[in-house]
């Protein structure tokens, strides 16, 4: 009898806590359960990595200029997810939420001489000596490692608090510090791409920061893909899914969009500048 008291009391208990659970919300970082499906899952579930890697190979030799997109994640690997029953929001997962900008950076590409190159377009997950290798198969004009959360202290540094909610509002970048081919500063196409994107959204843009100050704050190597690299390259915040301010924007499909717009003009306005660089170089060496 008393044994039998004991079990109905644990699972009155455990009812209760998943009860206070589902009302609460919840923002962490998890990895993603092998049953989980989305529709962009379901879409590209059978990309594999030689496939990849065969396609970015093929797009490297078209001749065309091309920008290299790192969208982290995929597979089992989730990034942040947001589940927020009180909000009566939809659930949202980093990994696809990053892949749903990208496919839309790609989509508004408009110049036929420039090609967009995604590290991954299905919910598949890469080892980092994998997109590594992607990376140099594309041999990009252009880098862009894109996040949505923070991956340093940006916020900190620009005076922002980030545990006001929504103090944290605001688009984040980081470059590598070198001067890239055809001399032009680094720092410029990372507050390009931060600047455009923040205007879009009507949000800040934050100071650029350069790794080689930010790494020392960090404790594993989220710059491997653009450090040291001889081309405009950049990681940037797209915000912050841990931020409930942030979180709560993005569940507004438009915000995705602006975002992606403020990427693809930010792309635009970069090869621009590094086709005049390149006509005054040459001009110059005449």
């Not at 090609?115 to 080892?127: A, C, M, N, P």
């Not at 996040?147 to 006001?164: E, F, L, R, T, W």
């Amino acid at each position: 009898m008393r044994k039998s008291i004991k079990i109905t009391i644990t699972i009155l208990l455990i009812l209760l806590l998943l009860i206070a659970a589902a009302g609460a919300g919840y923002y962490f970082l998890v990895y993603r359960s092998p049953d989980r499906t989305s529709d962009r899952a379901d879409e590209n579930s059978n990309e594999s990595y030689e496939r990849r890697l065969n396609a970015v190979n093929a797009l490297a030799k078209s001749g065309k200029k091309r920008v290299f997109i790192n969208v982290p994640y995929g597979g089992d690997e989730e990034g942040i997810k947001l589940i927020d029953p009180e909000r009566n929001v939809p659930e949202i997962i980093e990994c696809d939420l990053l892949l749903d900008i990208a496919m839309k950076v790609k989509e508004l590409n408009n110049d036929p001489q420039v090609v967009i190159i995604l590290s991954r377009e299905g919910d598949i997950s890469y080892t980092a000596e994998q997109r590594l290798t992607l990376l140099q198969t594309a041999d990009p004009d252009m880098i862009i490692d894109i996040y949505a959360h923070p991956v340093g202290d940006v916020a900190a540094d620009n005076g922002v608090d980030p545990s006001d909610e929504g103090g944290s509002v605001g688009i984040s970048s980081y470059y590598n510090g070198l001067f890239y081919r055809y001399d032009l500063d680094n720092q410029t196409f990372a507050g390009l791409c931060s600047d455009k994107i923040a205007v879009r959204c009507g949000l800040d843009a934050l100071a650029p920061v350069d790794i080689t100050e930010a790494e020392e704050t960090l404790e594993y190597p989220v710059f491997d893909l653009i450090r040291g690299r001889q081309v405009p390259a950049v990681l940037v915040e797209l915000g912050d899914l841990n931020d409930k301010g942030w979180a709560q924007r993005f569940s507004d499909p438009a915000l995705t969009d602006q975002v992606a717009e403020g990427l693809a003009e930010a792309i635009r306005e970069g090869f621009e500048s590094l086709d005049t660089e390149i006509t005054t170089k040459l001009k110059v060496e005449k």
